[in-house]
């Protein structure tokens, strides 16, 4: 309220009896006060600057006579070490002698810079003169520098010279420690003094403020309190406080205004918390959104099932802040379903859910409660994988779902969120799953299951590569069914089939992990043998032919027998392929000195190429070779 307007009396506000009261009595009490409180605080100011002022300009120029002995003492010590390195210079060069030069005049300079001060301290002043002595035995010691006997070993330095530099130091670090702390004292007194003054003028105006206050009681009792009463409720109304608790005024006017402003500040104070809560629902429904688009863009970089599963549990813990599992239909077993991933990998296998799981992925709905969504994930008709999530623990209840990622969360929308994950994974599943079929497809032998000649082709390349690398044996070994021509004529191509399938079996049975068997084509098997020798290959391979041998067939054809021929990586091969000649030179050999039996590479007398062995029985061993 201004100190010139004033409004007229609010009717009905009682009156008080024996003291006048309007707009006149008001005015004039309050320009009274500040009159007299202005007035005061002037003066007390004024007094105060005049006395602080005095103060400060003695203090400071305490501290730059204290200065200006730190900045003298450091100028004379610049000005010796300057001598000292021109002295030596001229010393090693024949220079000018001692007493000359051009820095001499600095150096006088310096000195009288020093007695001019000699008179500031007490203290100080004994040092100082020790200073100005022992720079004079200095300059002493370097006069008679020709032809002295007493010469340090290094450029012909006096040592007398050396001695009395050392004497000047001593005493110039005495002098500019008492110089330092002198000054710093002086600082530290001008800042308690400044701080003095400010405090002083702090009090001074907060006993201004005193005597203000005490003159405004008299305008609050009349009308400025009830006023500010009700200016204060309706700075509470517009902060977006309920104001419950009113204040009473007497002014009946002014009551009226501060119960509306009561009413109005309760109808405010619902709709902003309403609107709150529909801002809070809106941001954690758009982050749940940004999650599921963020997990779509990644799942589309996924190209295995395994890393799907993982991003899918990833992004359906961080969307509903439980754990969570993903199952896969499993392949050749219709309605059974393995856990490919899960998010607590720290914890065992969830095999615990399969119940449910099982049921989710039988009938393809949605199963809720006890604080868990299962939810299928369907493509092309079918049940391609289940989604199991533990949701958390502090949340409502929807549905049957207790427990939410966000205590605040709906349970419901993140149920919806949970879903849109489900439909995007589902269809990226699929695709990732065509495309592993695919690539399996194109690098696996459709009849026998094993790996066909062009993934034969890129893991022989890589097993050579490494193997000559780090220098470690390599063995690939060629099978040949023997007369697999007259299965076919005499029982059918289907018995055939039959049997290479038969065979690939027993060949992998007797593999390690780390080996690999390969069709190569026709009824030709390719063995690719890492880390292991020549002589070590072959008792392998005689195994295989053994259980070949001893292997029961169909009906039409119940046995049959095999021939093996074996290499092994040498230092004359250049490439792969001279392996790979290498082995069926040997098989090639085994069936034309025989067959049924496995034939070493090195134990061939003539290493000729593929199809240039003649039927002469001196090119191939005459009775079947050791294993």
């Not at 009700?230 to 977006?240: E, F, I, K, M």
Request: include cysteine; charged fraction near 25%.
């Amino acid at each position: 309220m201004g100190t010139d307007t004033v409004p007229a009396a609010l009717p009905g506000a009682p009156a008080r009896p024996g003291r006048r009261r309007g707009p006149a009595s008001v005015r004039a009490s309050r320009r009274r006060a500040l009159v007299a409180v202005g007035a005061a605080v002037v003066l007390q100011l004024l007094a105060l600057a005049a006395l602080g002022a005095g103060v400060v300009r003695a203090e400071r120029a305490d501290v730059v006579a204290w200065v200006e002995v730190v900045d003298a003492l450091a100028a004379h010590e610049d000005a010796v070490l300057t001598r000292e390195a021109d002295l030596r210079g001229a010393l090693l060069d024949g220079g000018p002698a001692a007493g000359q030069g051009d820095d001499a005049p600095a150096l006088a300079a310096a000195r009288e810079r020093l007695r001019g001060r000699l008179a500031l301290d007490p203290a100080l002043g004994p040092r100082l003169l020790d200073v100005v002595l022992a720079e004079q035995a200095w300059e002493q010691a370097w006069s008679p520098v020709p032809d002295r006997p007493d010469r340090t070993g290094t450029g012909g330095v006096p040592a007398a010279s050396a001695r009395a530099l050392g004497a000047y130091r001593e005493a110039h670090e005495r002098a500019l420690s008492l110089a330092t702390a002198r000054r710093d004292a002086a600082r530290r007194d001008r800042s308690r003094t400044l701080l003095a003054l400010a405090a002083l003028d702090v009090a001074v105006g907060l006993l201004a403020a005193a005597v203000l206050a005490h003159q405004g009681r008299r305008l609050v009792r009349d009308l400025d309190g009830p006023v500010r009463a009700v200016h204060a409720v309706l700075q509470r109304v517009h902060r977006g406080e309920r104001v419950v608790e009113l204040p009473a005024t007497d002014v009946r006017e002014l009551d009226d205004v501060a119960a509306a402003l009561a009413a109005l500040s309760g109808a405010l104070h619902e709709e902003r918390a309403g609107s709150a809560r529909r801002r809070e629902d809106a941001e954690r429904t758009a982050g749940q959104l940004r999650a599921v688009l963020a997990a779509g863009r990644a799942m589309a970089t996924c190209s295995s099932t395994q890393a799907l599963a993982a991003q899918v549990v990833a992004s359906s813990a961080r969307v509903s802040g439980g754990s969570a599992s993903l199952w896969t239909a499993a392949d050749g077993a219709p309605g059974a379903f393995t856990c490919a991933a899960w998010s607590q990998q720290q914890d065992p296998r969830p095999d615990g859910d399969a119940s449910i799981v099982a049921a989710v992925g039988a009938d393809g709905r949605r199963r809720t409660g006890d604080g868990e969504v299962v939810l299928p994930l369907i493509g092309s008709g079918s049940v391609l994988g289940v989604l199991h999530v533990r949701l958390c623990a502090d949340a409502g209840d929807v549905d049957g779902v207790d427990g939410v990622a966000d205590g605040g969360a709906d349970p419901g929308d993140v149920v919806d969120a949970l879903e849109a994950l489900t439909l995007a994974a589902a269809a990226h599943l699929g695709a990732v799953r065509l495309h592993e079929l695919t690539r399996r497809q194109a690098v696996t032998d459709p009849l026998t299951g094993l790996a066909n000649r062009h993934q034969l082709e890129q893991d022989l390349a890589a097993a050579w590569a490494e193997a000559a690398w780090q220098e470690r044996p390599l063995s690939f070994a060629m099978l040949d069914v023997d007369h697999f021509k007259r299965v076919n004529d005499t029982a059918g191509h289907q018995v055939g089939d039959e049997w290479l399938t038969i065979v690939a079996d027993v060949v992998t049975s007797q593999l390690r992990s780390s080996d690999g068997a390969y069709r190569f084509g026709g009824e030709e098997i390719a063995l690719l043998l890492p880390d292991t020798g020549e002589e070590g290959a072959a008792v392998l391979l005689e195994r295989i032919r053994a259980a070949v041998e001893d292997t029961v067939g169909p009906d039409a054809y119940p046995r049959i027998t095999a021939s093996l021929g074996v290499a092994e990586r040498r230092s004359g091969m250049r490439s792969a392929a001279d392996l790979v000649a290498a082995a069926d030179r040997a098989l090639y050999a085994a069936k034309r000195s025989g067959r049924n039996f496995v034939l070493r590479s090195a134990l061939i007398a003539y290493q000729a190429p593929v199809g240039e062995l003649s039927g002469d029985p001196s090119q191939v061993p005459s009775t079947s070779p050791p294993v």
